[in-house]
Each structure stands twice: as C-alpha cells, then as structure tokens.
C-alpha cells in the first residue's frame, strides 16, 4: 500500500482544474438533487447550487496556490505522488464542509449540536464532491495523456533521421571516438571505452550500472560511485541526465513514448524503457533537436 501511495502522480492545475469541480458540484445540486437539496423548490435549490459550486472552485484554487507558496518543493511534477494527490483531495473536501459548515451555523443557526451538524456537513460535502472530483481527474488525465502521446510522437519523428544514420556499422563508429575512463570512487579506472559503446548509466545505491555495447553485444558493469561523480566526465553533447536514477547516450535513442506520468525513451540493445523526469521533459527536446 505504502509503494502505491509514493508512485509518481502528475501535478495538474489549469482552469479545468478549477472549473470542472465548480459547474459538476453545481449542476449535481440543481438537477439530481441529492440528500436535503430534494426538498427545496427551484429557485432556492438554484441560489445553493450556485454559492456551493463556487465555492467549491474558491476553495480548490486557494488551497493549490497556498500550498505552492507555502511548499514550492513538495508541490514539484517531480515529486508529486499518488498519496500527495489524495492527500490534496482529502484537504479540499476538508476545507469545503468547514465552509458549508460555518456558513449553515453562522447564517441559520441549528437545532442540534454542533457535532452533529458538522457529521452531516461532511457526509453531504463529500458525496457531492466524488463524482465532480472523480470526473475532474479522469479528464485531466486524458487531456495529459494526449499531449503526452503527441509530444512523444513529434520526438519520435525528429529522431529518424538520426536513427537511419546509427543503423549501419560505420556512422555508429563515428558517432563520437572520444575515449572514457569510469573510475571507482577510490579513483581506479574501472572501465575504458568510447563514448559511442556507452548506452546508459544508472543509479542503484551507492552505486552505478554503466551498460554499454561492444561488437553488437550488450554488456553490464558494476562500478561502486554515484551518477553524479561520473556524469562530470561524460560529454553534455552526447549524453544527457533524463531522470535522477539515468543517464543516457542520445545517439541511441530510437523511440520515444508518453502516457499520463511521464515520458520514457526506448534505447537500442536495452529491454527495460528510461523513464524522463516530468522536469525534463522540455528539456530532452532540446537535447534530441542537438544530436
């Protein structure tokens, strides 16, 4: 449950995300009329749809603008995560039944305890909020899942050219005849070879697993350093940092895909994909339009 909880979640905030939450609550008030709201005639029923659905979207954009003034760090793509996003929806359901709460005690008064009428607020606030939520989140990830897909697509072209070079023997020789030495945090050279056999580089503790390609055959090493240490020998033109875990050799990338998350590189002679941080997504576009 705990692994679940930290999986990374995109941060979406846009006007859908504000507006969606607002006119669903509004429109779930006024024509299905659930719980007290059933008993009220049109117009009344209408003046409550219309201050709840407003101040469900008050409440949404005041909450997300404060966290990301108040935690500029914990609000980070990078670092969102599916409890975050829980957490967030838990806070927005929170702060809208003490509203609705406080505006029924301080505007009408209430014949029960307190207690109770904060019990029933809630029950009220949180059935009206599922579905506008519910339905604000699916829609936000097939907006996100579309323009991932498409900006997947773009990378993808502009890699062929590219691509049809690496496909012969020749062009992957002369991709780069620059010679690397990755050394041991002891500073002993582990590993000599050119920067065009280096495929990727990735994090795994306190050390790294350089894979690379000799004579077509994909080989592994372990070498007991961090990615940072061994990112500074390697060339920026060739070699870019997509994710705190990889570093990767551009020239072979050979397609690029997109969902909701984030966007991940298939690399030639490798099974597994390399995921890009969702902060370098932008990034990993300059970087391919440079190969």
């Avoid at 406080?102 to 207690?115: K, P, R, V």
Wanted: with cysteine; glycine share 4%.
């Amino acid at each position: 449950m705990l692994n679940f909880l930290k999986k990374p979640h995109p941060f979406i905030f846009n006007a859908y995300s504000v507006a969606i939450p607002g006119v669903a609550s509004f429109l779930i008030i006024l024509l299905l009329a659930p719980l007290d709201f059933k008993g009220m005639e049109i117009t009344q029923r209408s003046i409550y749809a219309l201050c709840i659905g407003g101040f469900v979207s008050i409440i949404i954009f005041s909450t997300v603008k404060l966290l990301q003034k108040l935690f500029p760090t914990v609000t980070q793509e990078d670092r969102w995560t599916i409890g975050k996003e829980i957490s967030l929806f838990l806070l927005v359901v929170l702060l809208i039944t003490l509203g609705i709460f406080l505006g029924i005690f301080i505007l009408y008064g209430t014949h029960e305890s307190a207690w109770q009428l904060f019990v029933k607020t809630a029950f009220i606030s949180i059935c009206i909020s599922f579905f506008p939520i519910v339905i604000l989140v699916l829609f936000e990830q097939y907006l996100q899942q579309k323009k991932q897909f498409k900006y997947a697509q773009q990378l993808t072209q502009s890699l062929k050219a590219e691509n049809q070079k690496l496909q012969t023997e020749k062009q992957h020789e002369t991709t780069s005849d620059q010679q690397l030495q990755l050394k041991a945090e002891n500073g002993k050279v582990e590993l000599q070879l050119f920067a065009s056999e280096l495929i990727c580089l990735q994090s795994d503790g306190n050390y790294v697993e350089v894979f690379y390609e000799i004579d077509k055959t994909v080989h592994k090493k372990l070498l007991r350093n961090r990615l940072k240490s061994l990112e500074e020998f390697l060339p920026k033109t060739t070699f870019f940092r997509c994710h705190n875990r990889f570093i990767i050799n551009g020239n072979y990338i050979v397609h690029v895909t997109g969902n909701a998350r984030n966007l991940e590189l298939t690399l030639r002679g490798m099974d597994a994909t390399i995921p890009v941080s969702r902060s370098k997504a932008t990034q990993i576009s300059e970087f391919i339009q440079t190969l």
